[in-house]
């Protein structure tokens, strides 16, 4: 059975910086691609990164240069790190694995001040 949970959201001041955890169960992480998506009050959801299973990352446009993703397919987990936060970064962030309908609950970020 596949399970994620994200954590490491929070409050921050525009500027700021957050990194989000996202730790997978289940076997063969290292095997498959993990993504970010997030979703503003009364918008889409919409994917923020991207990272493969060797290693290729890919970003949105409105977060390239400020927010990183990463894996530790010994820990199985993946990172969002992002930094210079604003406000309009703000939303629920959800974690989600290839290769099938896999879905976190959910992380919420708000970037205020």
């Known amino acids: 059975q596949v399970q994620l949970v994200e954590s490491g959201g929070g409050l921050v001041q525009p500027g700021g910086s957050l990194r989000l955890s996202c730790a997978v169960s289940?076997?063969?992480?290292?095997?498959?691609?993990m993504g970010w998506h997030r979703q503003a009050p009364g918008k889409q959801r919409d994917l923020v990164a991207t990272i493969t299973s060797t290693g290729t990352t890919n970003y949105a446009d409105s977060v390239k240069g400020r927010f990183t993703i990463s894996r530790d397919n010994v820990k199985k987990t993946v990172y969002l790190q992002m930094n210079s936060l604003k406000p309009e970064d703000t939303g629920v962030y959800y974690c989600?694995?290839?290769?099938?309908?896999?879905w976190g609950q959910g992380t919420q970020v708000t970037v205020s001040s």
């Open positions: 289940g076997s063969m992480f290292s095997f498959y691609g």
């Open positions: 989600k694995r290839d290769g099938g309908n896999y």
